[in-house]
Nanobody
Framework: VQLVESGGGLVQAGGSLRLSCAAFGSIFSINVMGWYRQAPGKERDLVAA???????YHADFVKGRFTISRDNAKNTLYLQMNSLKPADTAMYYC????????????????????????WGQGTQVTVSS
């Protein structure tokens, strides 16, 4: 599976961006998809995840501001980001998993980077104050 992100950029605090991630290749194998982010000098964190049936998880630090969604017909994952803060500045990565992850694990965020076998190249989001 190949993943290609788009939609990053520079935005002022309080603004919005929508990230997209197009999937190519063996897309029939994809179960769970997610967005991670990594700021300079920090670990990569799970931002949000979504099952094939549309059940979601959002990290506490984005809950109420970001929304993950997927269009299975278009093989595309989205991350709508509203009320952006400078602390949201990071490289955002799309990831796809073919593992048999339970809905409970996904919706509670109890999934690991190692569960995701495919990663995009990342798209930079920079939020100015």
């Amino acid at each position: 599976v190949q993943l290609v992100e788009s939609g990053g950029g520079l935005v002022q605090a309080g603004g919005s961006l929508r990230l997209s991630c197009a999937a190519f290749g063996s897309i029939f194998s994809i179960n769970v998809m997610g967005w991670y982010r990594q700021a300079p000098g920090k670990e990569r964190d799970l931002v949000a995840a979504i099952t094939g049936g549309g059940r979601t998880y959002h990290a506490d630090f984005v809950k109420g501001r970001f929304t993950i969604s997927r269009d299975n017909a278009k093989n595309t994952l989205y991350l709508q980001m509203n009320s952006l803060k400078p602390a949201d500045t990071a490289m955002y990565y799309c990831a796809a998993s073919s593992e048999s992850l339970t809905v409970a694990a996904v919706t509670s965020g109890l999934i690991q980077e190692a569960d995701f076998g495919s990663w995009g190249q990342g798209t930079q989001v920079t939020v100015s104050s």
